[in-house]
């Protein structure tokens, strides 16, 4: 994977889950950021380039699915990973983040030992795009 590829941003409220997901990743080699709002994620996106980001798609005031749109009218984040990440497992969910720009979903409590395969092959799925 490239330099970029190996940037990620977990955008959570809940921070058991970013240390989830933050311990995870950087055990796999990834650079990982953490915000715990949309608005915080936009001023890191801002101010830095990721490859790939895990969104909580639930977040306080602006939620993660309003996120994923804005980043996705935005040509700049055409190429950035976007994985939707929630506790909810209802088949509307999945298709309202796919329908909002989201490349994946997964769901919590994260299945820790698929996740960073998981994550390989999404990013390699998306790479030409």
Do not use: W
Request: charged share 20%; net charge positive.
């Amino acid at each position: 994977m490239t330099e970029l590829e190996l940037h990620a941003l977990v955008v959570d409220d809940t921070p058991l889950n970013l240390k989830l997901l933050g311990t995870l990743l950087t055990a796999n080699g990834f650079h990982v950021e953490t915000a715990t709002s949309a608005e915080a994620a936009l001023k890191l996106l801002g101010a830095k380039r990721f490859g790939i980001m895990f969104l909580d798609i639930r977040l306080p005031g602006m939620d993660g699915l309003a996120l994923a749109r804005q980043l996705r009218a935005d040509p700049l984040y055409k190429k950035l990973v976007i994985v939707a990440v929630t506790a909810s497992a209802m088949k509307t969910d999945e298709a309202s983040a796919l329908a909002a720009g989201c490349d994946a979903f997964v769901t919590k409590p994260i299945n820790t030992r698929a996740l960073v395969p998981f994550v390989v092959n999404l990013i390699a799925r998306c790479r030409d795009r």
